[in-house]
């Protein structure tokens, strides 16, 4: 099976910034996209950034220019350096993986089990 685990969450104060790293370990024969949503108090889960196997970035309006999303492949980690944080950025956070899995070959999306950041005013 295959695992993701997020760590790096934590409560800051506004203009402040966190690093939240989620690394996958099991049966992993590669990883395509990997991505960073989260769900605030009452919220649906939204998507925040998300990184292809190539390093293409993508990012929601309300994060660009102040969270950076980066991968190291030979770790399958994925990164989240979130600057300048705001208290409407209070949420936990997901990460996922699409995660091909060895023999026979399967593509399947794996989740964290998300770690908490706040921001105080």
């Known amino acids: 099976q295959v695992q993701l685990v997020e760590s790096g969450g934590g409560l800051v104060q506004a203009g402040g910034s966190l690093r939240l790293s989620c690394t996958a370990s099991?049966?992993?024969?590669?990883?395509?996209?990997m991505g960073w949503y989260r769900q605030g108090p009452g919220k649906q889960r939204e998507l925040v950034a998300a990184?292809?196997?190539?390093?293409?970035?993508n990012y929601a309006d309300s994060v660009k220019g102040r969270f950076t999303i980066s991968r190291d492949n030979g770790k399958n980690t994925v990164y989240l350096q979130m600057n300048s944080l705001k208290p409407e950025d209070t949420a936990v956070y997901y990460c996922?993986?699409?995660?091909?899995?060895?023999?026979?070959?399967?593509?399947?999306?794996?989740w964290g089990q998300g770690t908490q950041v706040a921001v105080s005013s």
């Open positions: 099991g049966r992993i024969f590669s990883i395509n996209d």
């Open positions: 996922d993986a699409g995660v091909v899995t060895g023999i026979p070959v399967k593509l399947s999306a794996y």
């Open positions: 990184i292809t196997s190539g390093s293409v970035t």
